[in-house]
Nanobody, 114 residues
Framework: QVQLVESGGGLVQPGGSLRLSCAAS????????MGWYRQTPGKQRELVAL???????NYLDSVKGRFTISRDNAKNTVYLQMNSLKPEDTAVYYC????????WGQGTQVTVSS
């Protein structure tokens, strides 16, 4: 099992940046996939970015070129750097891991508004 704890959300103006962190309770070195999803009220949770163990990444089309997923194995942490934020990026962001099971964090709110 692995517990995931997100941090770094908050209120930011359009065009601003935030970096989300996802701290895992154990080594992420052997975790198959780690990623970030987001959800707004009344909508399904959608994949924002993921990184496989080998380092390959995948992004939601609307965030390509603006968001970057990365991982620090020494800190057991995955990051989501979000630049050029738009109001439509407003959502609760969830960390996700797949490793002999599926695991979710509790979510962190990101609000992009002037």
């Amino acid at each position: 099992q692995v517990q995931l704890v997100e941090s770094g959300g908050g209120l930011v103006q359009p065009g601003g940046s935030l970096r989300l962190s996802c701290a895992a309770s154990r080594s992420i070195f052997g975790i198959d996939v780690m990623g970030w999803y987001r959800q707004t009220p009344g909508k399904q949770r959608e994949l924002v970015a993921l990184m496989a163990r080998g380092g390959s990444t995948n992004y939601l089309d609307s965030v390509k070129g603006r968001f970057t997923i990365s991982r620090d194995n020494a800190k057991n942490t995955v990051y989501l750097q979000m630049n050029s934020l738009k109001p439509e990026d407003t959502a609760v962001y969830y960390c996700h891991a797949v490793s002999k099971g599926t695991y979710w964090g509790q979510g962190t709110q990101v609000t992009v508004s002037s």
